[in-house]
């Protein structure tokens, strides 16, 4: 026991400098630097929303203070409780949420090379070829397509499941049964795509692997599997509620919106730009959310890993053809039989995020593949198994840019803000409907976690008809419409970022408020890109 505990803290150290070394210059600057992405902003807002709510009051967890006066907005996109849970003591003591999120982001890295480390090598039964199937789960370039999602770094829990799931076919005993439940839940509550996408292609392979084992052990699984089952609904079951509540509220996603995120088959040739090897010939192959190489070594060693069959091997081509199909979206018709017969499909934007399952099998049959070809190399094993990790490595170095620098101090009118009792705020300049610019959105909500003061502000995955309707308005702010409506709304404070508008729209803005009656200017703070000015709304 304690030389596999050894050997699991040395794997997690080793994916930890590997992970700190791929993702440069993140490590340097972990208090500051975030990708240049409004999902960053999104996440900060998330994990801090997370430990500011539960001390206090843990029923209004899903209840976010943006989109005022809108419920469950925490749930308009994935909630991240997993990763929530994790980050807010880090918070609590002191931690700044923007290095808790780069830690957060940087460890579901490190942790879901060395889970697929664990699986890899229970497939093989060889720590070189479970070395190199980490380090493609791990590196993959959709990971650098995606380094600004947090939730679509949490993968850790997908081999997790996988490996408690041929430990319960091998052995028969309840407590794989258990682990392999308590995997597919603790996906659930960090990334409900991913768990999506698992328990579709867990639905092909486990009637098949289940009828593979002996009678006896099926019929000695079956009452654990029952309980199981219903602890995971009863643990699952509140937190999905929400979204299906929200998706009565909000709707389906949009052809639109799922034909721009599936993939076609020339979207697996793709890198990012900055792929140091890949870049310049794969770039055109591809575009954001659709970059899905998975590395020449990695294809080539999962074809020689294929050269034998069994049913561990079959499991892992299942996985990766569901994840395969799902990923192409409505460029097949199976993705629209899923949309027709799995309601929770209705609610997906990307279905190219399915190609997780893809890589998910190449990293297994990679495995297979260095394990097979192991014996020739004699001696020579150890030393081959760097070098190929070497070569994997830099096939999958990328340089990301560009980046985002968060300042350490707030602006002083969200200090101020804070100062102040219950007020519902709205700041400008805000996207207008004729100009949907949602720039600035993150930041308000980066913002609002010095203050928590309700806000009509806000960016998530999905956009509420009130959000819309305030965009429409904002086309004339401030006309005497604008700002009945503003009133209507219950808004008491309005923000206007100088800094983030022309001088002109500046001064047209704060004249026209201070024109009227009803309107009085309550706070002025000079900032280095420029003032912001703090209005009150008199009703």
């Not at 918070?91 to 579901?108: D, E, F, K, S």
């Not at 060395?114 to 990971?143: C, D, E, K, N, Q």
């Not at 593949?369 to 020579?380: C, E, F, H, M, V």
């Amino acid at each position: 026991m304690t030389r596999r505990i050894g050997l699991g803290l040395a794997v997690v150290l080793v994916f930890s400098l590997l992970t700190a070394v791929m993702t440069l210059p993140q490590v340097r600057h972990l208090r500051t630097l975030v990708p240049n992405s409004d999902d960053p902003l999104l996440s900060i807002w998330r994990i801090s929303w997370i430990a500011h709510i539960l001390p206090q009051s843990p029923a209004d967890l899903l209840n976010g203070n943006i989109f005022y006066p809108e419920k469950r907005t925490l749930a308009y996109t994935d909630s991240v409780l997993l990763e929530g849970f994790a980050a807010a003591p880090l918070i609590w003591a002191g931690v700044p949420a923007v290095a808790a999120y780069n830690l957060l982001v940087l460890g579901c890295i490190t942790l879901s090379g060395a889970a697929m480390f664990l699986y890899a090598s229970r497939l093989t039964g060889s720590a070189h070829a479970a070395w190199l199937a980490g380090i493609v789960f791990a590196f993959v370039p959709f990971r650098f397509d995606h380094f600004p999602h947090l939730e679509l770094q949490a993968t850790m829990f997908l081999p997790l499941a996988l490996w408690w799931c041929e430990r319960m076919l091998a052995t028969g005993d309840r407590r794989d049964l258990y682990g392999f439940a308590a995997a597919i839940v603790a996906q659930v509550y960090s990334g409900i795509y991913y768990a999506v996408f698992l328990v579709t292609a867990l639905a092909f392979v486990l009637p098949f692997r289940i009828m593979s084992v002996s009678s006896e052990r099926r019929r000695a699984l079956v009452k654990p599997a029952v309980i199981a089952t219903l602890v995971a609904v009863v643990i699952v079951a509140p937190y999905l509620s929400a979204y299906v509540l929200n998706r009565d509220l909000l709707g389906d996603r949009s052809l639109t919106d799922v034909r721009r995120y599936s993939a076609t088959w020339s979207n697996y040739l793709a890198a990012l730009e900055g792929n140091l090897v890949h870049g310049r010939w794969s770039a055109a192959f591809g575009r954001s959310e659709r970059r899905l190489f998975p590395g020449a070594l990695a294809i080539g060693l999962a074809l020689i890993g294929l050269a034998r069959f069994d049913r561990q091997r079959l499991t892992l081509v299942i996985t990766g053809l569901t994840g395969l199909v799902i990923s192409l979206g409505i460029n097949t018709p199976i993705y629209d039989v899923l949309r027709e017969v799995v309601f929770v499909y209705r609610g997906l934007r990307a279905p190219a995020r399915a190609s997780i399952l893809v890589f998910l099998a190449i990293s297994g049959l990679t495995a297979y593949g260095w394990a097979r070809l192991q014996p020739l190399l004699k001696r020579w094993a150890t030393v081959a198994t760097v070098a190929v990790a070497g070569a994997m490595l830099l096939e999958y170095a990328t340089v990301m840019t560009p980046w985002l620098t968060l300042p350490q101090r707030p602006p002083s009118v969200y200090t101020w803000l804070a100062t102040q009792p219950r007020s519902v705020v709205v700041e400008f300049p805000i996207p207008r409907a004729d100009r949907l610019d949602f720039t600035y959105e993150g930041f308000y909500m980066v913002g609002s976690t010095v203050h928590w003061q309700p806000l009509l502000n806000g960016y998530s995955g999905f956009f509420p008809r009130s959000f819309l309707d305030l965009t429409e308005y904002a086309k004339s702010f401030p006309d005497e419409r604008s700002i009945g409506y503003l009133k209507h709304r219950g808004v008491d404070l309005i923000v206007v970022h100088g800094g983030l508008m022309s001088a002109d729209e500046f001064g047209a803005i704060t004249s026209a408020l201070l024109a009227r009656s009803d309107v009085e200017a309550a706070a002025r703070f000079e900032e280095l890109r420029g003032p912001d000015l703090v209005f009150r709304l008199r009703r």
